[in-house]
């Protein structure tokens, strides 16, 4: 991934989708530069991104703080983007589970 966001959402009985991923602490594989910090891609700012060092493979990682039920994951490509990408979550942030996978840049929502 050369740049992006990520914002996960989540089901609630009385509301639609509640971004969960906004200002949650994020951690990256790399950063592209000082200016885009793994923490922009869940600042809910669309005018700020994370970017990652121009290799693969490259991962972002966003702690929701308590476990949850993620209804969909939106990912916002600037210009460079990824053409694969996996979407994996984490209990423990030890043991992964990949949800979803793509090698076409496909949209990627659950119901």
Do not use: C, H
């Not at 949650?24 to 950063?31: E, G, H, I, L, V």
């Not at 290799?55 to 703080?65: A, E, I, M, N, T």
């Not at 694969?84 to 942030?93: R, W």
């Amino acid at each position: 991934m050369l740049g992006g966001y990520l914002v996960a959402t989540g089901i609630r009985a009385d509301a639609a989708d509640p971004l969960l991923s906004q200002g949650r602490p994020a951690t990256a594989s790399s950063t592209e530069n000082g200016g885009t910090p793994a923490a922009n891609a869940v600042d809910g700012d669309n005018g700020t991104r994370w970017g990652s060092a121009f290799s693969d493979p490259q991962w972002l990682r966003v702690d929701l703080g308590a476990t949850a039920t993620v209804s969909r994951v939106v990912l916002r490509w600037e210009a460079a983007f990824a053409r694969a990408f996996t979407v994996q979550t984490s209990a423990d942030g030890t043991a992964w589970t990949t949800v979803y996978s793509t090698k076409t840049r496909a949209t990627w929502r659950t119901r």
